[in-house]
C-alpha cells in the first residue's frame, strides 16, 4: 500500500460556490399621489422632459424606497432630450431619494446620460403618452426595478 500518496491529501475541497451577484432586490412603492403627480408634469413639459426630485423613505428592512413626495429642482435645465439639474446646488437632505423625468419620445429605459447623471436610489422615467404603464423604475446600474403604485 502506497501511505505516501498525496493525491487529494490536504486539499481542500472546491466548494461549489456560486458567485451570486449582489442583489439590490430594491421595490420601488409610488403613492398614487406621486404617481399622478409626476404625469402632471410630465405632460406640463411636453414635449421638452420634466424632472423632479422624489422625496420619501429607504426601508432598508423591507427592501422598499417608498416614494411620498416631490420637489421641484432649482435651476432645472428641460430640453427635448435632457433635463436636469445642478446637483450642487441641492440641499444635503436624506429625504431626497432619487428623481423622476420625462421621455417625450421613446421607451422609458434610461439613456446612459441617464446613467451618469444617477442621483439616489432610484431614477423613474415616464414616456409618452404619460400614464401608469408608462413608468419604470431603475437602479443605478440601469436594472429595472419593481414598481408599486399605491
Ligand atoms: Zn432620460
Known amino acids: 500500500m502506497n501511505h505516501n500518496n498525496n493525491k487529494n ?5 472546491q466548494k461549489q460556490e456560486q458567485k451570486k451577484p449582489l442583489k439590490v432586490n430594491r421595490t420601488i412603492v409610488l403613492t398614487r399621489e406621486s404617481a399622478d403627480g409626476i404625469i402632471t408634469f410630465a405632460k ?3 414635449p421638452n422632459e420634466g424632472i423632479l426630485i422624489l422625496r420619501g423613505q429607504h426601508l432598508h428592512k423591507k427592501g422598499l424606497v417608498r416614494i411620498d413626495g416631490l420637489v421641484v429642482p432649482p435651476f432645472a435645465s428641460h ?3 435632457y433635463s436636469g439639474f445642478p446637483n450642487y446646488d441641492l440641499p444635503f437632505d436624506l429625504s431626497y431619494v432619487g428623481t423622476a423625468h420625462s421621455h417625450p419620445g421613446g421607451t422609458n429605459r434610461p439613456s446612459l446620460q441617464d446613467l451618469n447623471n444617477f442621483f439616489g436610489l432610484v431614477s423613474i422615467i415616464v414616456s409618452f403618452p404619460y400614464d401608469d404603464n408608462c413608468i419604470g423604475a431603475f437602479d443605478r446600474n440601469g436594472r429595472s426595478l419593481a414598481l408599486i403604485i399605491s
Open 9 to 13: 491529501q490536504n486539499q481542500i475541497p
Open 44 to 46: 406640463s413639459w411636453h
Open 79 to 81: 430640453g427635448p432630450y
